[in-house]
């Protein structure tokens, strides 16, 4: 069974960057679409960004867009989201997730993936 660790969030200075990590166990990182959620206290689980399986092309949410990167290493079965800018808007619990059988279309709904971590916290003081 895919196992998926989130480490690399902590309390960083708005105008911060930050590298998220998630590291992939019992399955390979570019045979699943990856992904980066996040959720905030009273707030529906949002999708960052995803790589999809194989191709590794990227999609990103219109509110990270421009600002935030994934990316992966397979090599090191790793994925990655490079946070740039950070606002306090970002303050959030940010998930890894992985799914085996994601389209191109369904990628950035939650329900679709099959494996999730457990969770890293990202705060960003003003």
């Known amino acids: 069974q895919v196992q998926l660790v989130e480490s690399g969030g902590r309390l960083v200075a708005a105008g911060g960057s930050l590298r998220l990590s998630c590291a992939v166990s019992?399955?390979?990182?570019?045979?699943?679409?990856m992904a980066w959620f996040r959720q905030a206290p009273g707030n529906e689980r949002e999708f960052v960004a995803s790589?999809?399986?194989?191709?590794?092309?990227?999609q990103y949410g219109n509110s990270v867009k421009g600002r935030f990167t994934i990316s992966k290493d397979n090599a090191k079965n790793t994925l990655y989201l490079q946070m740039n800018s950070l606002q306090p808007g970002a303050t959030a619990v940010y998930y890894c997730?992985?799914?085996?059988?994601?389209?191109?279309?369904?990628?950035?709904?939650?329900?679709?993936?099959?494996?999730w971590g457990q969770g890293t916290q990202v705060t960003v003081s003003s």
């Open positions: 997730a992985a799914a085996g059988r994601a389209t191109w279309s369904s990628q950035t709904r939650a329900d679709v993936y099959d494996y």
């Open positions: 019992g399955g390979s990182s570019r045979a699943y679409t």
């Open positions: 790589t999809f399986r194989n191709s590794g092309s990227t």
